[in-house]
C-alpha cells in the first residue's frame, strides 16, 4: 500500500531570529517568528508525514500552547514523529519540497538541507528534494516578511505489517 501526504506552513520572518530551513541555519537579516524554533520547511515535512500515515497534524502533536515546544528543535520533532509514523509500519519511499520566499537564496544551501532531513528520515540522499521558488516579489513572501514552505512525501506500507496481516490476498 502506497499514501501520499502534503503538508504546509508559513512563518512571519522578524529581526532577532534564526532563520531555519530543515534544520540548517542560513545567512539573513531575519528569522521565523514562532513558538518553536520556527523551521517552517521541517513542520511543513511533519504535516505531510503525518497526513500520510493519517495520524493526526503537528498542531495535535506539537500544541503551540505547552511549553514543552517553546524554542524547540524542530529536528527534535520530526524525529518524534518519524518514529510513530514507522512505529504504525510505514516506510518514506521519497519527499519533495518547495521553499517561498524572495531572500534569501536557497539554493546555496539545497544540498545541506536535503542532506539534514535525509539524516533524520533515514533515506538515500536522492529520496529528498527541495526547491526554492521567489514569490515574483508579491506580497509578504515577495518583500521578506514572511516564508513559505510546502511538502509532499510518499509512504509505502509492508503487505506484512500487522494492520494488513489478515486482509484478504488475491489469487
Ligand atoms: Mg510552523
Given amino acids: 500500500m502506497i499514501r501520499i501526504g ?17 534544520g540548517v541555519e542560513i545567512a539573513a537579516d531575519r528569522g521565523e517568528l514562532g513558538h518553536s524554533d520556527g523551521d517552517v520547511l521541517t513542520h511543513a515535512v511533519i504535516d505531510a508525514l503525518l497526513g500520510a500515515a493519517g495520524l493526526g497534524d503537528i498542531g495535535e502533536f506539537f500544541p503551540p500552547s505547552q511549553p514543552a515546544w517553546k524554542d524547540a528543535d524542530s529536528l527534535k520533532l520530526l524525529e518524534f514523529t518519524f518514529a510513530q509514523v514507522k512505529q504504525a509500519g510505514w516506510n518514506l519511499v521519497n519527499l519533495d519540497c518547495v521553499v517561498v520566499c524572495d531572500k534569501p537564496k536557497i539554493l546555496p544551501y539545497r544540498e545541506d538541507i536535503r542532506a539534514s532531513l535525509g539524516a533524520v528520515l533515514e533515506t538515500a ?15 509578504p513572501l515577495g518583500d521578506g516578511s514572511a516564508v513559505e514552505a510546502l511538502a509532499v512525501c510518499l509512504l509505502e506500507k509492508n503487505e506484512d505489517s500487522p494492520k494488513t496481516k489478515d486482509s484478504p490476498k488475491k489469487g
Wanted: proline letters at 3%; aromatic letters at 6%.
Fill in 6 to 22: 502534503l503538508g504546509r506552513d508559513l512563518h512571519r520572518l522578524v529581526q532577532g531570529r534564526r532563520f531555519l530551513l530543515g
Fill in 125 to 139: 540522499p536522492d529520496a529528498v528534494f527541495v526547491k526554492g521558488k521567489t514569490n515574483e516579489g508579491l506580497g
